[in-house]
């Protein structure tokens, strides 16, 4: 069975910062484009960044400069480094991947960042 596990979340700061991980696991044979995106509730999940296979990023206009997407393929692993935090990026931040052929979805990790 494969998955994506996330690691990382917790409170901090306004101002202060985070790193989240995200490993694929399982029987894995193809792993492309990887990401991260947010969700609050009663708000629509939003994507916050994307790096493909080769090292091409995108980010939410909310984010750029301050969040940063890179990835170990020998790994399998996803990070999302989140400098100068704002009470604003508060939300349960989720790990998604273009994994097997499927688009997938890790649990999620509580991020909450303190005013």
């Known amino acids: 069975q494969v998955q994506l596990v996330e690691s990382g979340g917790g409170l901090v700061q306004a101002g202060g910062s985070l790193r989240l991980s995200c490993a694929a696991s399982?029987?894995?044979?193809?792993?492309?484009?990887m990401g991260w995106a947010r969700q609050v509730p009663g708000k629509q999940r939003e994507s916050v960044a994307n790096?493909?296979?080769?090292?091409?990023?995108d980010y939410a206009d909310s984010v750029k400069g301050r969040f940063s997407i890179s990835r170990d393929n020998a790994k399998r692993t996803v990070y999302l480094q989140m400098n100068s935090l704002k009470p604003e990026d508060t939300a349960v931040y989720y790990c998604?991947?273009?994994?097997?052929?499927?688009?997938?979805w890790g649990q999620g990790t509580q991020v909450t960042v303190s005013s």
């Open positions: 790096i493909t296979t080769g090292g091409s990023t």
């Open positions: 399982g029987s894995i044979f193809s792993l492309n484009r």
């Open positions: 998604n991947a273009y994994l097997n052929y499927r688009f997938r």
